[in-house]
C-alpha cells in the first residue's frame, strides 16, 4: 500500500502551516515504516492529474488532500472509477465544508493517524460535465460568491470565514438572479431563477447548510431551485436556506432528490465545483453512485448513521 499526501501550498492562505503538516506527515509516517509520497500542487487540477497517475499504476493507495474543499475536490476527481485507489481530507482550507456534515466526527479528519488507519468505503460523486464534484456543485448567487470568496478571504482585516460576506455583499448588488432553462428528473422549468445547487453534502459556502438530509452514501442528490426573488426577500429567506429550512418557503424553493438535472442559457454562466469554476452555456449533472472510493477516520461514523441519529433526537 502506498500513500499519497497532496498538499496545496495556498489552501487557507498560510504557506507557514503547510510546512507543519509536512513535519507532521513525515513524523508519522516514518516512525510507522509506510510507504509515502509528499506532493505539493502547482495549479488547477494538478492535484487530479497527480493522483491519476499514480493510481493507474495499480496498486493499493490512498489519497490524503492537504489542503480545502477544492483539492480534496480535484483528488476525488483523479481518484473516480479507480478500485484500488481511495481518497480522504485532511482540512487546511478555508471553508473545509465536506467534512462538517459528519458532526461530532469531523475533528477525528484532523488526526492524521486516524486518517492512516481509516476503513475504506465507495460514495456517491457528481459528474458535471466530465469534472467531477463530491459536495455541492452550484449556479447562480451562491456559485458566483463562492467564486468570488477568495478576493477578499485573503485580506488581513477580512480573514477567512469573512471573506464570504463581503462576497455576498458585492455579488447582491450586481444583481441576484438570471434566465436559465432547467430540466430536472424530466420536468422542465424555464424562467428567471436566483440559484440551483446539487447537493451530494450538506455545507458549502463556509458554512451554509442547504439540506440537513443529503448523504453521499444514498444514491441521489438533493437538488434545491431557488426562484426568482428580490433583494429584501432573498434577505429574509438567506437564514431559512443556509440553515436547511427550505421546506418553509415552498413557494420559492423547489426541492427535488434524485440523479439528474439540466441547466443551460444562450448566455455563458459560471458553475461552483466545490468552490472551483467551470463555464458553459450547458451544465449536466449527473450523480454517480459509488464513484469514488472514500476513506472514514479510525472511529468515524458514515453520514448516513449521523443523520439518522440527529433525527431521531429531534
Known sequence: MRHLFIINPVAGG??????EVKRKIEDLMVSR????????????????????????KGDELRVYACGGDGTLSECAHGAAGFENCAVTHYPCGTGNDFVRMFGPDADLFRDLEALVEGRTAPVDIIDVNGR????????????????????YSNIPVIGGAGGYVISLVVNVIKGINRHFKIDVEGEELDGKF?????????????????TRT????????DMLIVRAVSRITLARLL???????????????????????????DKEFSVSIDGE??????????????????????????VSEIVKLDTANV
Not at 38 to 44: K, N, R
Open 277 to 302: 469554476a467551470l463555464y458553459t452555456k450547458r451544465a449536466v449533472f449527473r450523480l454517480i453512485p459509488g464513484g469514488v472510493n472514500f476513506i472514514y477516520p479510525r472511529g468515524c461514523r458514515k
Open 194 to 210: 436566483a440559484l440551483i445547487a446539487a447537493c451530494n453534502g450538506q455545507y458549502y459556502g463556509g458554512g451554509f447548510n442547504p
Open 132 to 151: 467531477k464534484c463530491l459536495n455541492i456543485a452550484s449556479i447562480g448567487i451562491d456559485a458566483r460568491v463562492g467564486l468570488d470568496v477568495h478576493k
Open 239 to 265: 437564514k431559512a436556506y443556509s440553515s436547511g429550512q427550505y421546506a418553509k418557503y415552498p413557494e420559492i424553493i423547489k426541492y427535488v432528490s434524485g440523479r439528474h438535472i439540466t441547466i443551460s442559457d
Open 33 to 56: 515504516g509506510e510507504s509515502f509520497e509528499i506532493y505539493e500542487t502547482v495549479g488547477i487540477m494538478d492535484a487530479a492529474e497527480k493522483v491519476k497517475r499514480e493510481a493507474i
Open 14 to 19: 498560510k504557506a507557514s502551516d503547510k510546512g
Open 214 to 221: 443529503a448523504t453521499p452514501e444514498d444514491g441521489a442528490m
